[in-house]
């Protein structure tokens, strides 16, 4: 097999008008291209999985230089789940900077955004660099070639098929039809012939079966290498299963996946809720499935941007999410103190260190096993099983009780007190809607919540914002259409 790849040439980052500047830089992580069109290695085999990993954090500057007009300066699902929902602003005080921001937070955004533009070139990235890593995977003769083991190289063929699922599933639920790209860009007409959007059908079809093939290839095991805990598990391929299958609606699937997770045996909740969230217990914890592995002072840089820009005032919390929190709760103060501006969970501590530093450690938690849960009493309350659903909800509202306070006092009696017994779907959905929101504030899942619902222009109107059916998706950032010459379409109404 021939490996003359053109690392950097993809549908989100090539230009119509000149190659040579794109090629000419390559992003942080990224194999050279000296190293791609060489006979690989196992080092090269092993980089190439490594740096798939890297458009899921929160670093600084992985896509550009200080691009913040362009939404390059770091992640963006914030922005757009958070900032975009009704539970988050922002910043502290209102002010004038960084207005695309404003755009997204009032729906007042247009297709040349460049915050949407930024998340397009993430999640492309992602894939373009986990394309190039299965190219070397799937040779037939790596093995021979690198030296590389049958099950090293079956768990790296695992967690790339994980990654280019989880970035397609960023991909389908942001812009709807997307282009969906299996095999490395070798050239600038195949980049050209490829700027087609697929039915989001087509492109779920294929994220269920990269999962497939990625759970038969992973370790039996909870931390698949002992001294890189941060890599894709067996639970994390599962877990995604069932996110699939509850962004689907397919219920009794949603039912099956978390209960194979749940066999496992890997996972409880942890005592102490802020244990997901504590930089002192990141990958020792009974709770979270999947992570981004945040690291301070390491070259190329791996830190938690995030932190520097609460040290610039950003990512408020609104009155509205601060007042929905039921008396007590200590999920309240775990996730933000708005007295202090400190955002904990974020910052990864309960005393505001971290805060502005964009070298914090503090991890990125994408999925844990209270999300995953409460999936799972959605698909019992819509199968009719509203008794296992009440009891999950409880579940969660019992550990957030018994959870130590911020203070290191216990909560007082009458605190979060179970819900009752009820046959009554609707009922049973709205307490899921608003465990959901007190469990899960901050950890970009409540826009995509809400849409999947069927209520987000119900709430959005309600706070105010100018939600219109049209932003049920994200536009098509304006540029990548133009570097098709417009072959890439527009969603309705931009």
């Known amino acids: 097999m021939k490996y003359t790849k053109i690392a950097t040439l993809f549908i989100g980052l090539a230009t119509l008008t000149s190659c040579s500047d794109e090629l000419s830089i390559d992003p942080v992580g990224l194999l050279t291209n000296k190293q791609i069109n060489a006979t690989p290695t196992k080092t090269a085999i092993e980089n190439s999985v490594s740096s ?3 458009l899921l954090g929160n670093t600084f500057n992985l896509m550009g230089d200080w691009d913040w007009a362009g939404g390059l300066v770091t992640n963006n699902d914030i922005i757009l789940q958070d900032v975009a929902s009704d539970d988050m602003q922002k910043t502290w005080i209102s002010n004038s900077d960084q207005p695309w921001m404003d755009e997204l937070d009032n729906f007042t955004y247009t297709s040349s955004n460049g915050g949407i533009s930024g998340m397009w070139k993430y999640n492309s990235e992602g894939i373009k660099r986990v394309n190039i890593a299965l190219d070397f995977l799937l040779n037939p003769n790596i093995e021979s070639i690198t030296g590389i083991t049958t099950a090293r190289k079956n768990q790296l063929l695992g967690e790339a098929y994980f990654l280019r699922s989880f970035y397609y599933f960023r991909m389908v639920n942001d812009f709807g039809d997307v282009p969906l790209i299996l095999t490395t860009i070798e050239s600038y007409q195949q980049a050209f012939d490829k700027a087609v959007r697929a039915p989001k059908a087509e492109v779920w079809d294929q994220i269920n079966t990269d999962l497939a093939l990625a759970k038969d290839l992973m370790p039996n095991a909870k931390i698949s290498a002992e001294t890189e805990p941060w890599r894709v598990s067996k639970g994390a391929v599962i877990a995604l299963q069932a996110k699939s299958a509850l962004y689907n609606q397919k219920w009794g699937e949603v039912i099956t996946s978390v209960n194979e997770l749940q066999g ?16 002192q217990t990141e990958f020792t914890d009974n709770e979270v499935i999947f992570s981004f592995d945040h690291q301070s002072n390491v070259v190329p840089a791996r830190g938690n941007g995030y932190c520097a820009l609460l ?7 609104t009155t509205d999410f601060t007042n929905s929190f039921e ?24 005393n505001g260190t971290n805060k502005g530093s964009d070298q914090s450690p503090s991890n990125k938690v994408y999925m844990r096993y209270a999300d995953v849960l409460l999936w799972k009493a959605e698909a019992l309350n819509e199968t009719g099983d509203y008794a296992g659903a009440v009891t999950i909800i409880n579940q969660i509202r019992t550990r ?7 203070d290191g006092t216990i909560s007082p009696a009458g605190t979060l007190p179970d819900r009752p017994s009820s046959s009554d779907k609707t009922t049973i959905k709205n307490w899921l809607i608003t465990e959901r929101r007190a469990e899960l504030g901050f950890e970009n899942q409540r826009f995509a919540d809400l849409k999947r619902w069927g209520i987000v222009k119900e709430v959005m109107t309600a706070s105010g914002k100018k939600f219109q059916d049209k932003n049920m998706l994200y536009p098509i950032p304006q540029s990548e259409i133009d570097k098709t010459a417009g072959k890439l379409t527009q969603n309705p109404g931009y």
Do not use: C, H, Q
């Open 327 to 350: 008396p007590n709760d200590p999920r309240k103060s775990y996730t933000v103190n708005r007295d202090k501006e400190w955002v904990n969970k974020i910052l990864g501590t309960i």
């Open 52 to 54: 798939s990993y890297l």
């Open 311 to 317: 040290g610039w005032g950003f990512f408020a919390p």
């Open 264 to 279: 496992l045996g890997f996972y409880n909740l942890n005592a102490n809720y802020f244990d997901n969230f504590s930089t």
């Open 400 to 406: 957030a009780r018994t959870t130590i306070t911020v």
